[in-house]
């Protein structure tokens, strides 16, 4: 089948009957993408009184696209938008502190900051998933607008106030795709039993299908998947998977990303020392957060028409998920999300919210929207 849009050859799968995450270890999935090297804004105004100086620990390398380039870019934007006056030093990966020990490093007052995605401490809360990449969720623009206007900022605040922590919302990333296939699945049949590297909310809706589901990070996904180990994997946007090598085991690259069609990356600060900054300071770090949220919308666009270019001429198949598989799939995540919200006082608290919004909105999103 050929998308009338765009020329690009899609293979749709066959009618199939319908049939009904937590894993914090997506941090190191991340973590080797870069050397282990320390960058520092170099700004020309000399130190004053009012100069700030913070250490900021990265889940992600720098040289990571949008992952990683976002922090990084946020670093140089405050240095300029406050004159020097705020200069923060970006870490890579392990060279200051592990990933998943940078919540209690931060609460501790131990590292200042860390650039990082909320579902990394469902250890801590599953409520915290909510604020990172829900499954089936909204795209951009009703994802933000929950957050800023809809209530979802003060939620996730108090979440993280119970933890002496602060956290902005500091960029935001491009749809994944569904992931990378050995073989083309053609009924709902062949996720059962299926090997498959996924992580997050996401997992546990795989599971729900029979996936067998574990963690693990790029190198160690592509060794699994010529070792035989792995069926499939899932794991980022066309940007960055393209760079992974997935394509010379598995050429059946699915689509949508139902698990992650926006994913919001934060700033996540002590409490004490974010209460401790004059109102300038955090005027700057918030408005600086908010133009690489629009820096991260735009360029996650941007960025895949090449990639999708690229692994199409590796003889890559790209796939659309027929409305029969779709539909299994968001009904398994709805056994997930009520699962959790009995159990997890926060999460439902979240999810009424986030769920209340959307339904609201969705009046205006079948108007306002071709």
């Keep these: 089948m050929t998308d009338r849009l765009s020329g690009r050859r899609l293979t749709r799968l ?11 270890s997506s941090s ?29 620990a990265s889940a992600f390398g720098s040289r990571l696209p949008q992952l990683g380039s976002l ?80 209530g979802g900022a003060a939620l996730m605040d108090d979440l993280y106030a119970d933890h002496g922590l602060k956290s902005l919302i500091c960029g935001v990333t491009a749809p994944e795709a569904s992931g990378w296939f050995r073989e083309e699945i053609t009924s709902l049949e062949d996720f059962r039993g299926l090997k498959m590297r996924f992580t997050g909310l996401g997992a546990k809706v795989m599971e729900k299908l029979g996936v067998v589901t574990q963690g693990l990070g790029g190198a160690a996904t592509l060794s699994a998947l010529q070792r035989g180990d792995l069926d499939a994997t899932e794991f980022s946007m066309p940007a960055i998977d393209r760079n992974l090598g997935f394509d010379r085991v598995a050429k059946h690259y699915y689509f949508p990303g139902w698990h992650q069609q926006s994913t919001f990356l934060e700033l996540l600060m ?12 955090k005027a700057q770090i918030e408005t600086t957060c908010g133009d690489n949220v629009r820096e991260g919308l735009a360029e996650g666009e941007a960025l895949q028409i090449a990639a999708l270019d690229d692994l199409e001429s590796r003889g890559v198949i790209f796939h659309r998920w027929p ?48």
């Design 323 to 370: 409305p029969e598989i779709l539909a299994a799939l968001e009904a398994a995540w709805q056994e997930v999300a009520t699962e959790i919200a009995a159990r997890n006082r926060n999460f439902d608290k979240v999810w009424t919210s986030y769920s209340a919004f959307r339904k609201r909105y969705e009046t205006w999103r079948t108007l306002g929207y071709l």
């Design 71 to 150: 922090g990084q870019r946020f670093v140089e934007e405050l240095a300029a938008v406050s004159g020097g006056a705020i200069r923060l030093s970006f870490y890579e990966p392990n060279s200051l502190v592990a990933p998943l020990d940078m919540f209690d490093a931060v609460a501790a007052g131990k590292v200042d900051a860390a650039w990082s995605k909320a579902d990394f401490w469902v250890g801590k809360d599953e409520a915290f998933a909510l604020f990172s990449a829900v499954p089936f969720g909204p795209r951009t623009a009703e994802y933000t607008a929950w957050y800023y206007k809809g």
């Design 28 to 56: 190191a999935a991340f973590a080797g993408q870069a050397q282990i090297a320390q960058t520092q804004t170099q700004t020309q105004t000399a130190p004053s009184p009012e100069t700030l100086d913070w250490k900021v």
């Design 270 to 281: 002590n409490r004490g020392k974010w209460d401790a900054l004059s109102p300038t300071q």
């Design 14 to 24: 066959t009618p199939l009957v319908c049939a009904g995450f937590l894993a914090a």
